[in-house]
């Protein structure tokens, strides 16, 4: 299955970089891009690409509102220059799959794109520890999600999302399809009013 990306920068030698490095890929076509956020989320509207490649600092409308006016209509996957803290927590807490650096390799950029397009969810390593701690330590708590709406089968899926598991690896311990533990995914975000399996994460954390 060809996976349809959509490329949000302001710079356009940045995203002509991103689009040939990502034409590379056999599997994946980019059906647009946008040079500020604004556009972004028009294309995307209109071409409803699986997965966003999003600036952070961009025009008329940054990457993180962007993300936040497309949670529920496409997956975001943060590219940026910086590894502010603002931005990280403000990229997550909109919706976004995935936060990676630009000074990422061709390859495992190819790699991000592959596994938000999968529903999977990922982190720069560089900002991962930083993350956690700032959550644990700094980031105002909210009230740990009712998860009593959730099946039995919903929360073996969250504990699951928890630890951190991709969707493949969940699938394997629950022994179901991959495309299972997918709508599983989404039926838990969808009750618990989360807009990605970060944010979902994070909540379990906070909340068992």
Do not use: W
């Amino acid at each position: 299955m060809t996976i349809r990306v959509l490329v949000a920068d302001d710079h356009a030698a940045v995203r002509a970089g991103i689009v040939l490095i990502l034409g590379g890929a056999g599997d994946i076509e980019v059906v647009g891009e946008a040079a500020d956020g604004e556009q972004a989320v028009a294309v995307a509207r209109e071409t409803r690409p699986d997965v966003v490649l999003m600036d952070v600092r961009m025009p008329r409308l940054d990457g993180i509102s962007a993300t936040r006016e497309l949670a529920g209509v496409t997956d975001v996957l943060i590219l940026t220059t910086f590894d502010v803290d603002e931005y990280v927590f403000g990229a997550l807490r909109a919706g976004a799959a995935g936060f990676l650096l630009k000074n990422t390799d061709a390859d495992t950029l190819v790699g991000a794109v592959r596994l938000v397009a999968r529903g999977d969810g990922l982190i720069s390593p560089s900002v991962t520890r930083r993350l956690i701690s700032a959550f644990a330590g700094q980031a105002p708590r909210r009230e740990p999600p009712d998860i009593s709406v959730l099946t039995p089968r919903e929360r073996e899926v969250l504990a699951c999302v928890g630890r951190g598991l991709s969707n493949a690896e969940i699938a394997k311990e629950l022994d179901m399809a991959e495309a299972t533990t997918k709508t599983h995914v989404s039926r838990v975000l969808g009750k618990l009013g989360l807009r990605s399996r970060v944010q979902a994460a994070i909540y379990y954390s906070e909340g068992m």
